[in-house]
């Protein structure tokens, strides 16, 4: 007779689980860092959808294409390098309480929000500085796109949660092992507030809100050249060269990065919303301008990169709310015919009974 108070173990025999162990000589960790494999100018590629979240006024998805290899990616257990998932829900325009004050305008607020497991560290359930400052950086960026005065005394929430972050660098390359996503320099929350503009515009799309245009957010970078086995190509050595220019960096590819800047544009209006500058900029180095006869100056290269940047993701935005809005004007206009028709034969009852 069994005893039901007891949790029996199988009939069978069992082996324990064995798990992979991380291969700690030389060759295997540089096969298994993450290689940015793109030209200079290149982007990563996104994926973007709308309409996802059915009880949502609108909702959208992006995702950016991870920086190894799928094939190498099956030889670990654990994931080399992250690729940024979020998420999007805005709630609104919807009236204010009558306690409320009168307010010409449309009150906007942004909430952004780390998932639990969106780092290699398990991040709480209260939101941080860093999360409080992603959503003011949000909140500028979208200001200037909404149109305000239509929705007086009303308020619209929007709401983002990231799934997967974006490590600031290859978690090997901590001195503890692993990075809980605000360490050092912070560029992978940079990097993730670009991410945040593009799917909040199309959010706010989806919900059918009147914007002057379509925002999307740029990231570019300045770029140590990394130096070789001899040391040559450092700052201090003969053979330096300048800082080169990337769009779109993922800060897992790189070892050192020296400045990052994200924007907020408007390619339609070429207006910026939205600008976040951060690290060393060098003052002597000068980089060729749009003209063969004029150089710029490091940071207003740094922009103009953030800014192409910000252009290329336009042009994914503007096919994924168009594609939206292609879908529901075709499973609108049944419905609207079919009220037309039930109209008229309502109206035409309605006569034959006066008559």
């Not at 190894?68 to 099956?74: C, N, R």
């Not at 409080?132 to 619209?156: C, F, M, N, Q």
């Amino acid at each position: 007779m069994t005893d039901r108070r007891r949790i029996n173990g199988p009939l069978g025999g069992t082996a324990p689980p064995v798990f992979s162990s991380f291969d700690e000589d030389v060759d295997s960790l540089a096969r298994s860092r993450p290689r940015r494999t793109r030209g200079e100018d290149g982007l990563r590629k996104i994926f973007l959808k709308t309409g996802l979240t059915p009880s949502a006024s609108g909702s959208a998805y992006l995702e950016l294409q991870p920086s190894i290899a799928p094939e190498l990616q099956k030889r670990h257990l654990v994931p080399v390098a992250s690729a940024p998932k979020l998420t999007c829900v805005v709630h609104g325009p919807r009236p204010l309480p009558r306690s409320a004050p009168f307010t010409p305008h449309i009150l906007l607020s942004t909430h952004v929000k780390y998932a639990p497991f969106a780092t290699r560290h398990r991040r709480g359930y209260i939101r941080d500085s860093t999360e409080r400052d992603l959503a003011i950086h949000l909140e500028t960026a979208l200001r200037g796109v909404i149109i305000g005065d239509r929705w007086p005394k009303s308020a619209v929430e929007v709401v983002i949660t990231i799934l997967e972050g974006e490590e600031d660098r290859w978690y090997r390359d901590e001195a503890q092992g692993g990075t809980t996503g605000i360490g050092v320099g912070g560029w992978g929350m940079m990097s993730l507030l670009a991410g945040c503009i593009t799917v909040a515009s199309a959010a706010i799309a989806d919900a059918g809100i009147d914007c002057v245009d379509l925002v999307c957010g740029g990231v570019a970078a300045l770029m140590d050249v990394e130096p070789d086995s001899k040391g040559k190509g450092r700052q201090d050595d003969a053979d330096y060269t300048k800082p080169r220019l990337l769009l779109d960096p993922s800060p897992s590819e790189h070892t050192d990065i020296r400045a990052l800047c994200v924007i907020g544009y408007m390619s339609s209006r070429d207006e910026i919303t939205e600008i976040w500058v951060k690290g060393d900029i060098p003052e002597n180095d000068s980089f060729p301008g749009k003209s063969s006869t004029r150089s710029t100056s490091p940071l207003e290269s740094l922009m103009d990169g953030a800014v192409k940047a910000a252009v290329g993701v336009r042009s994914v935005l503007g096919e994924a709310v168009k594609e939206a809005g292609e879908l529901k004007l075709r499973y609108q206009k049944p419905a609207e015919s079919d009220k037309v028709i039930e109209s008229s034969d309502t109206a035409g009852v309605g006569v034959e009974m006066k008559d």
